[in-house]
Structure formats: C-alpha cells, structure tokens
C-alpha cells in the first residue's frame, strides 16, 4: 500500500465518467465474491449503475476516440531518442488490442444488459426506497437464495460482457495517470492554486498527502486552472480550510 493517499478531479466529462465506472467496476469486485445475499445486493448495485452510466451516452464511441487518440500520439514519440522501445511497444500493442476488443462489442456497450427483463426490474424498483424486498421482486429473492455457485456464475456472465470496456478504460485511466511526474508543492494556509499551460492541456489532477494526515482536499478546476483547498475536521462541526502551510505532491495528468 502507497504511503499517499491519492485525491483526483477530472477536468473533463470524459475522464469524470471514466472515474465513475473504475470506481464501480471495484466496488462490483469487493463485494461479487461473497457468498451471503447483502454482498450480492450490493454487487448487483454496482451493476446496475454500470449499466445506466453506459445508457446516457454513446461512450463506446467516446473511448475508440481516445484509444486512438493516445496511439496516435505515442506512434509520434517514436521518433524520439532514448525511448524505451521494448516498453512503447508493449503498451502500443495493449491499446491495439483494446481498439480490436471494443470494436468487436455487438452494438452499443451493455446492450444485452438493459434489455435484460430481470435485471431491467430490479432497475425500475432500485429507484424505490426499499423497492428491493422480496415482495416487490419475488424473483431476485429467488435468485438471492440460490446456491452460491450458480450466483457467482451468472454474475460472470454479466460482467463478462462488459470486460473489453473495462480493460479499455483501465488502460486508459493507467496511461493518463502516469503521464507526467510528480511535483513537491507547498499550499500556504491551506490554499493552492495554478494556471495550466493550454498548450498540453491536463485531463486530471492528482494531490497527494501523507497516508496519515488529518488533512483532505477538495479540488476545483477547469482546463485552464484549477485550486485546492486543505481542510481538516474539528468536531462534528463543517471542515474548514486550515491555516498551516501543507507539502504536498502535486501531479498534472496531460496525457
């Protein structure tokens, strides 16, 4: 485990919504190897929202946009001495393959999904507090109490149909995060902020903090600039913006 703790704010919708579903994607993870039913309602959960993140918009174009986007600009750093060759390569062949994957899906992402008649039930009761109790879906309390095995099955086969996607956005997410080095910066009573060059514009701030401060961020911003506040919590009370001078690390995610 990192001795930082990692706080991140996307400068653009695209990169916001790659966020969201790696942090769904992990969240589905936790709790889909457990064998007692909470674990696979909160699974289930998460799946859900997956499926509705890939409903609002046509995000399979969006991520074959920017797959291509990053091969094209790492086909340029060829031409460039001291590149570690063997390791452009290999990451030029992973988004290649993501390109081959993503492209093969059968029509828009988690199609098969939402025309799923029992999933797509849950999805209109979830919306319900408390819609979720066996009498509203006798169905999924059905399915709840079926061996272990045959949950942990079909669930994956639902996610399986999703695995081009997220290993495209992983790939993504992996290639924008490590697209720059850190800095050491100082934020003076507690505030930071800094004008980005337009001419590489920055897709994602990364501040971290030491894993045991009593200090969180919270981060504003736009492709232009961006600011960060340190707050502390006193009491049960609002955080506040603390008033001691705080180092940090600080990185820029151009890629």
Same mark, same amino acid.
């Given at each position: ?35 007692? $039913? ?8 998460? /799946?859900?929202?997956?499926? $509705? ?32 060759? #063997?390791?452009?390569? #290999? ?21 098969? /999904? ?31 109490? #079926? ?48 004008? /980005? ?59």
């Amino acid at each position: 485990m990192s001795d930082l703790i990692h706080f991140e704010h996307p400068l653009n919708e695209r990169i916001r919504t790659f966020l969201r579903l790696e942090h769904l994607f992990l969240h589905v993870d936790h709790f889909r190897p457990l064998a007692d $039913t909470w674990s696979n309602r909160a699974a289930i959960d998460g /799946l859900l929202s997956i499926i $509705t993140v890939f409903g609002r918009s046509d995000l399979k174009t969006e991520i074959l946009k920017e797959l291509e986007r990053h091969t094209t600009s790492l086909e340029r750093v060829r031409q460039q001495p001291g590149v570690d060759m #063997q390791a452009l390569g #290999q990451v030029l062949d992973d988004l290649e393959q993501a390109i081959h994957q993503v492209y093969r899906m059968d029509g828009q992402i988690a199609r098969k /999904l939402r025309n799923n008649e029992f999933l797509t039930t849950i999805l209109q009761r979830s919306s319900i507090p408390g819609g979720g109790c066996n009498f509203d879906l006798p169905q999924y309390h059905f399915w709840l109490n #079926q061996p272990h095995e045959v949950r942990q099955n079909q669930m994956s086969e639902w996610m399986y149909e999703l695995h081009p996607v997220r290993e495209a956005v992983v790939l993504l997410l992996n290639l924008v995060r490590g697209s720059n080095l850190p800095t050491q910066e100082r934020a003076l009573q507690g505030f930071f902020q800094k004008t /980005l060059d337009s001419s590489s514009p920055a897709q994602l701030i990364r501040v971290g903090l030491p894993r045991n401060s009593a200090i969180f961020t919270e981060i504003s911003g736009n492709k232009h600039r961006f600011s960060i506040r340190f707050l502390e919590v006193l009491g049960t009370g609002k955080p506040v913006q603390t008033t001691s001078d705080i180092d940090f690390q600080l990185t820029a995610c151009i890629f």
